[in-house]
């Protein structure tokens, strides 16, 4: 049986073999005998070339229908705009009923004041106000105009005058909002690709102007100065690129959110090596450092030409509003058409303008305000020195007096709660006004919470006593 | 061309002003004061209800203010920046624009960047009008949200892309948006229309999404009561989720306001930078504005407030007309106190500008950036503090500036008193 399977297999397969090769039996192509396989080797290659051009087959797209998106459009369900109000949203400030001076009146009773930036004592100093009246009944209240359209007021060309004279610096621009100076002045100049060096401890105007420019940032460990040379020496390196692309600094003179003080003469001979460009914002600086209150520059010895751009806001020693920035000419005229918080908003109010120049005039008449104010700070340094459950984390010549807590308790909004009653006891109890941290979800700093106190000149020595003892007996009963 | 921008003034931004002359050194590149002044008619200062300047009222209690609390705090809101006079302002601004609660920043600029990042994030859209305002784009972008823009003020592309995001958002990443908040103007600083609120915010309503409306144009100029663009189309102040707006204009002090719902004032008090880090608006600004509202609502005794708006609205309407019959063409809604002249040619910008200050008539000119290149217009801006004097001093000049750069576009109406000749034939 197997056998005869296997003949009727072999002699079907001849006749096959035969039948195919008769047509081709005397071909012979390119000296080589044409054989039946080759015509099916052939047919299958045509088969694998035409399947391999077709598109690939996919289901054909239907869009959606009228109906069909009406459905997903009821369907969906968007967050509320706001979160619910928790307990904790609800806590309202102080308000306060007379000027923000060293003393000022909350509820009709007299309290001291250390939450106000008022470094040099100037709120409600008699020139200013002079002079603050003399422009409101001259110019009104406000400018009516951008910079560009006619609001540019002698006022605000004699300030930018009086400033750059002020710090020796060649040109100065203002801008009307404080804050608004670092997040206009760093978009400015810093664009994508750029490759921007920032202290992590800086304050939000600035993170916000860095987060506006689209540049590539790196954070070094705050006023650590072995940290921003391992940082600029790894960009330096590593990138071969970086040498073709921008290079900035941006550090703060005395650091709002910590108040130690940056040592700027470290930094001008980093930058020097590797050659970056530093910008500096002098806000609790200016008028504050240095022997004749000039800055930072003045107060380490350094040619205030080395540092590139300086900006400041003058809502703190100058006790005005509004902010400026100085620097070489050609990067002041940039800004004037560039800066958007510049041209694309109202300039400031004439009458803050002349408060300005009348403030930095009575600062160069009066040096010893300046002295007064470091007296302060060095009593309440002494005064604050055996606190518990606090220590001192600002510097000891920065006029903001910063208090961390030593034990966090794990969570900063329990912290911050903490800090918040400490402040709140500090009020009712001792009639003293402290500012505690306050951090919006949109800060990116994460330095440790505490209690700022704002020296001014015009404090007194029991003042300083009186906010000494009354934090130490508030640490002890609300942190140990 | 820099000497047609930037000219600086040496009084207040009133009617008339004390411009200050400048000297041109080494051609284009320094350009230095010089000591003379020339005195023009104003028609370049956002000075709308006539407050730019010494006012009876305002002034003498803003003086009070400056004494009694001083020019600046020097702290922000939530440390010891909160004043009486800061309260009351909130409260009035609420009052006044027709919502529960409202805050107040120091600059109109940093309020939309501050506040759009708080109330949206990743996750969430926003749809702007292609004329949207620098500060709100600067706004969207660092708030993290897509950003979709449509059509300026065509309602229909506004619902053709809600319902496309929408639906396909859904199908597409199965991840539908947080939310969807649409952004738009009273009116639009460069074109001067105003917006189709009862159109766009019954879309709004329908698909679900937030509006956010930035008044900064058009609070204390529209309106019977300077309500803004809400009373002016009878829309619901309660239909608007979020209200901005400015108070550099009409009111003549600094800084901006944002309106809503106790609960979402509260949040954005709590939460916004502005709020929490920057130094408060200065208090005898404050006092301007509380005064100002008090002047137009006719809260002091008088009715200036309601003569103000009658006469900025009468000089507008009364300007505007005259221009279209010289034959100028010129933009902007029926009311707008803003006109934009439109010059076209980039060459005439200056020489419009310099012909006009020959005159002694200041004017804004405005070009490439801020419009496209070929769209360069004068933007004229009617206070209510100028006389019927002024504004036909001021066409007469326009008029002859006009013919010399010929920019009247199109023919002009025929003369009242050639019609009636022609009328009047001999019998």
């Known amino acids: 049986m197997d056998t005869n399977l296997v003949e009727m297999f072999r002699a079907g397969l001849n006749w096959v073999t035969m039948a195919l090769d008769a047509p081709s039996a005397r071909v012979v192509l ?36 009228e109906q069909e998106i009406d459905e997903l459009c009821d369907e969906w369900v968007p967050e509320p705009l706001i979160p619910p109000i928790t307990e904790d949203m609800m806590h309202e400030p102080p308000v306060l009923e007379s000027a923000a001076g060293p003393h000022t009146t909350v509820n009709g009773k007299d309290v001291v004041n250390f939450a106000s930036a008022n470094y040099l004592g100037l709120i409600g100093h008699e020139k200013l106000l002079e002079s603050c009246t003399s422009a409101l009944e001259k110019y009104g209240v406000g400018s009516c105009g951008p910079r560009g359209f006619y609001g540019t007021i002698d006022v605000h060309l004699d300030c930018e005058t009086r400033i750059s004279k002020f710090l020796s610096t060649p040109d100065t621009i203002l801008y009307s909002y404080g804050l608004s100076t670092m997040f206009s002045t760093i978009p400015c100049f810093c664009k994508k690709g750029d490759i921007i060096v920032a202290d992590e401890g800086v304050h939000w105007g600035i993170q916000n102007g860095l987060q506006l420019s689209r540049s590539t940032i790196v954070y070094f460990k705050h ?58 914002d002098e806000s609790n600086s200016f008028g504050v450092l240095g022997r004749s209150g000039r800055g930072l520059a003045e107060h380490h010895g350094v040619p205030i030409e ?21 620097g ?11 800066s958007s918080g510049y041209v694309f908003s109202a300039s400031l109010p004439p009458y803050l303008a002349s408060a300005a120049i009348t403030a930095i005039d009575v600062i160069d008449q009066n040096p010893e305000l300046l002295v007064k104010m470091k007296q302060n700070i060095a009593l309440l340094w002494k005064g604050l020195e055996d606190i518990k459950g606090m220590s001192l984390a600002s510097d000891p010549e ?53 209690i700022k106190l704002l020296v001014s000149a015009g404090h007194s020595e029991s003042d300083l006593v009186k906010v000494s003892e009354s934090l130490k007996r508030l640490a002890s009963e609300l942190l140990l | 061309m820099k000497d047609c921008f930037a000219r600086p003034i040496a009084s207040a931004p009133d009617a008339w002003f004390d411009m200050v002359e400048r000297d041109w050194n080494d051609g284009e590149k320094v350009i230095d004061r010089t000591t003379n002044r020339r005195r023009c008619l104003n028609l370049g200062s956002y000075n709308y209800l006539g407050f730019g300047s010494f006012d009876e009222y305002c002034t003498p209690r803003v003086i009070e203010s400056l004494k009694k609390l001083s020019a ?97 958002r859904q199908t597409k990443t199965h991840k539908p948006w947080k939310k969807i908040i649409v952004i738009v103007e009273g009116i639009y600083s460069m074109e001067r229309e105003i917006c189709k609120l009862p159109e766009i915010v019954s879309i709004c309503k329908k698909y679900k999404a937030y509006v956010y409306l930035d008044e ?47 609960g979402a004032i509260q949040y954005l008090k709590h939460h916004c930078p502005a709020h929490l880090y920057a130094t408060s608006i200065s208090t005898p600004s404050a006092q301007q504005i509380i005064s100002a509202i008090r002047v137009i609502l006719g809260e002091d005794g008088s009715n200036r407030g309601a003569q103000k708006l009658a006469r900025i609205r009468e000089n507008s309407n009364y300007f505007r007309s005259e221009l279209r019959n010289m034959g100028f063409k010129v933009l902007g809604d029926v009311d707008s106190p803003v006109m934009p002249i439109m010059l076209y040619h980039p060459a005439k910008i200056p020489a419009f500008s310099r012909e006009c200050l020959r005159e002694n008539v200041a004017i804004a000119v405005v070009g490439f950036t801020a419009t496209p290149l070929m769209l360069g217009r004068a933007r004229i801006c009617i206070s209510a503090s100028h006389s019927k004097q002024d504004l036909i001093k001021a066409l007469e000049v326009i008029s002859k500036v006009g013919d010399l750069t010929g920019i009247k576009y199109f023919p002009a109406a025929p003369k009242k008193q050639e019609e009636e000749k022609d009328t009047i034939k001999p019998v």
């Not at chain 1, 039946?36 to 959606?64: A, C, D, N, T």
């Open chain 1, 30 to 65: 390119f000296g080589v005998r044409i054989q039946w396989h080759i015509f099916v080797e052939v047919l299958l290659g045509f088969v694998i070339v035409i399947l391999l051009s077709q598109k690939s087959y996919k289901p054909p797209k239907r869009p959606l229908t």
């Open chain 2, 72 to 168: 600046s705090t020097c702290s922000s809101r939530v440390d010891a920046g909160t004043t009486s006079v800061h309260v009351e302002l909130e409260e009035c601004v609420a009052k006044y624009v027709g919502k529960h609660s409202a805050i107040v920043f120091g600059m109109g600029y940093a309020t939309n960047s501050f506040i759009i990042p708080v109330l949206i994030g990743k996750g969430g859209l926003i749809i702007s009008d292609s004329l949207n305002h620098s500060s709100i784009i600067n706004g969207a972008r660092g708030s993290g949200a897509n950003i979709r823009i449509f059509q300026h003020n065509t309602p229909s592309h506004l619902e053709r892309i809600l319902r496309e995001e929408i639906a396909e």
């Open chain 1, 328 to 338: 070489n000419a050609r990067i002041i005229d940039y800004q004037r058409l560039s």
């Open chain 1, 398 to 450: 920065s006029p903001i007096v910063f208090l961390k807590l030593e034990k966090s308790s794990g969570s900063t909004k329990e912290d911050l709660l903490l800090l918040e009653k400490m402040a709140d006891r500090a009020l009712k109890e001792d009639s003293l006004l402290v500012v505690s941290s306050k951090k919006s979800f949109l800060d990116k700093c994460r330095l440790p919470v505490g």
């Open chain 1, 223 to 280: 006023n650590d100065m072995d940290s921003l040379r391992t940082t600029l020496e790894k960009i330096m390196t590593k990138n071969k690129r970086s040498k073709n692309l921008r290079r900035y600094i941006v550090a703060e003179a005395v650091y709002q959110n910590s108040g130690q003080i940056a040592p700027l003469d470290e930094i001008v001979k980093l930058k020097e090596k590797y050659k970056f460009r530093v910008i500096l």
């Open chain 2, 216 to 262: 900064a144009h058009s609070i204390g100029a529209i309106g019977n009561t300077g309500r803004g663009v809400c009373e002016l189309l009878g829309v619901n102040t309660a239909d608007m989720d979020i209200m901005m707006g400015t108070f550099s204009k009409s009111f003549a002090s600094c800084g901006g306001y944002i309106a809503g719902s106790k």
């Open chain 1, 306 to 326: 080395k540092i590139d751009v300086v900006t400041a806001a003058m809502g703190h020693a100058l006790a005005t509003e509004g902010g400026f920035c100085t």
